[in-house]
């Protein structure tokens, strides 16, 4: 049998999901898994600071600033408790990883070869430099073991942003490879840096290092699946994206994208549960976590770029 045969429409194969059916699988979600809301006094300085630095890298400058104002949002959000000054490095981090994901396609050959450039020294362009020099800082603010996890998921990001490019559309999911999906994901969701940005260096002891890795995995998984959820109605609803997570999962495993969603939706919940369990053990990474977890929720469920405020859920009403 030939590479062809094993090679699916993902549309046809997976079904569709209507927004009704979407609200009805979001509702359930967060009757689930409840949030847990709090003011945050937004220091906007930080974003300014960032929109700034984004502007200097000669992109879009639309697209530049958007991403700037989406990393501290994010990160505003998800790392309450942080000091100014990690959070302008998460801030930074994220920015810049956004517009590579963005507008890379228009350097792609420098994003390619961004760890060799960065090893030789070699001059790179602005916004990959300014990725060079947040990259130097992080062990101010982070533990080595935690900075090297960073670093080598920047790295990772990029590798797998070529890949992406490259291929565009063409690559489809083979029934042959169930586990390709969740590869594919763990490489292209720069998942693992934002588990290891909780850990800011002055609030958290070498033990409290070992207790996030026992949660690591459930981490990774929360972050990637939380926005594979929420954000398939602003992709594959209101959009025709048919090359994610979501659909890829529902070839390998020969289901239909709605069953995906309402396993996505338990699974998020089951892997709270289980980091929640893990860092119970240590009531300020506890803490941490809980803000983190709500916070990344927040963010997906109220920010106009996966517009949720267009669905029915009466949850959200107020927030």
Known sequence: ?????????????????????????????????????????????????????????????????????????????????????????????????????????????????????????????????SCRALLSELDQHFDQFCSDKVTTAMINFFAATVLEFEMDEE??????????????????????????????????SPEAVMLLLQAASDLMDFINYANDLISFYKESIISTERHNYVYQRAITEGTSVHEVLRNLSTEVMETIVNIKSVCSADPTLSKYMDAFIDGYLLFHLTARRYKISQLNIPTLNGI
């Open 171 to 204: 690559f489809t999911a083979l029934k042959t490879s169930p586990k390709s999906p969740q590869y594919f994901r763990l490489m292209s969701g720069s998942a693992e840096p934002y588990a290891f940005f909780i850990l800011c260096k002055d609030a958290f």
């Open 1 to 129: 049998m030939g590479h062809h045969d094993f090679i699916v429409s993902a549309s046809k194969e997976a079904g569709e999901v209507t927004k009704t059916q979407f609200e009805e699988i979001l509702v359930e979600f967060l009757r689930t898994t409840p949030i847990q809301t709090t003011s945050i006094d937004r220091d906007l300085s930080m974003e300014r600071d960032v929109v700034e630095l984004c502007l200097t890298h000669g992109l879009d400058r639309e697209k530049s600033i958007q991403a700037a104002k989406t990393a501290c949002l994010i990160t505003d959000l998800s790392y309450p408790l942080h000091p100014k000054e990690v959070k302008t490095v998460i801030a930074r981090y994220t920015a810049y990883v956004l517009e590579v994901d963005d507008m890379g396609d228009k350097f792609l050959d420098e994003v390619r070869s961004f760890r060799r450039d960065m090893l030789l020294g070699k001059l790179q362009s602005p916004v990959l430099r």
